[in-house]
């Protein structure tokens, strides 16, 4: 067609501008959306009228939702800061977006250093990329589980500050991430789950509170917290020790103990490994809920 080069308001149009911006900067590759190829052979023609070199052009696929349409604001995010706030690692993303239309072989994940060493434009798909919001999921589930300990607690901080907690104790948040990276897909997630650690007056779960912290379990509280006061080394390891201990002479199975304590600790009775939890909280603050909730069922009994 007879394309239009300059307005009669004096502006150039978008075909001449963009070539002239091209040219002045020293463009030699051109890689855009495939909805461009037909601007191509226009744009081609005013290279050759100014007698310009030509630069070489590639044209990749759309990025499709779901539903294989454009993608737009109902399919979610749309800005990369969103999936940076929705709890997403960086990495994560790049990975993601870095497989949508683009293969190599049957690998997944890739780290940065190879989707540079391995990226070509001869394994850019001809059809459009199906942007598919459960594959970076399951991607960002992997980060987080494979994620160095101090860089997934970096990462998990602004999440937990959002929820409030300023500042916290960076060793506690650590541990908190370490306990939770196998069951958490997002920092949001983690972060959540990740309250009972930071919340210094934890609300119990009604239905546990129920059925785990009755008054008849005080007693094996009051002297399971005697004998962790006297404990010295409060790791994971000493703690599995002395609870064998505890249960052997007692004759009572762990369940016994443990899910009274794992309400009065976390406030639910789901929780990661009741060590683990024990050990990032460390001994004042196991002794302070173990007390809080000994106090609890202690009332209990008085209103009964």
């Not at 870095?98 to 540079?116: H, L, N, P």
């Amino acid at each position: 067609d007879d394309l239009v080069l300059w307005r009669s308001d004096g502006s150039p149009t978008y075909h001449l501008a963009v070539v002239v911006d091209d040219i002045t900067m020293g463009i030699t590759y051109v890689i855009r959306g495939d909805d461009h190829v037909n601007n191509t052979p226009r744009q081609i023609l005013i290279y050759q009228a100014l007698g310009e070199p030509l630069p070489r052009y590639a044209h990749v696929p759309m990025l499709l939702g779901p539903d294989r349409t454009r993608l737009s604001k109902r399919h979610g995010a749309t800005s990369v800061l969103a999936y940076r706030d929705m709890g997403f690692l960086p990495h994560a993303l790049l990975n993601a977006l870095a497989r949508v239309g683009w293969s190599y072989g049957d690998q997944e994940k890739f780290t940065v250093q190879e989707m540079i060493e391995k990226f070509s434009l001869e394994n850019v798909g001809k059809s459009a990329g199906i942007f598919n919001p459960e594959k970076l999921l399951d991607l960002n589930a992997r980060y987080v589980r494979e994620s160095d300990s101090n860089d997934l607690a970096q990462a998990l901080l602004p999440f937990l500050e959002k929820l409030g907690f300023q500042s916290p104790d960076m060793n506690r948040v650590t541990g908190a991430a370490e306990t939770l990276r196998m069951r958490s897909k997002t920092l949001v997630e983690m972060a959540e789950s990740a309250r009972f650690y930071f919340d210094e007056d934890i609300p119990y779960e009604e239905k546990a509170e129920r059925k785990f912290l009755k008054p008849d379990v005080a007693p094996l509280v009051q002297e399971t917290r005697t004998r962790l006061e006297g404990l010295e080394d409060f790791t994971q390891k000493s703690l599995e020790g002395l609870f064998l201990g505890l249960l052997e002479e007692r004759k009572i199975k762990l369940g016994e103990i443990a899910q009274p304590l794992r309400v009065a600790l976390t406030g639910t009775s789901v929780s990661p490994g009741l060590f683990e939890v024990m050990e990032v909280l460390g001994k004042e603050a196991v002794l302070r809920r173990m007390d809080k909730a000994l106090r609890h069922m202690a009332q209990k009994t008085h209103s009964h």
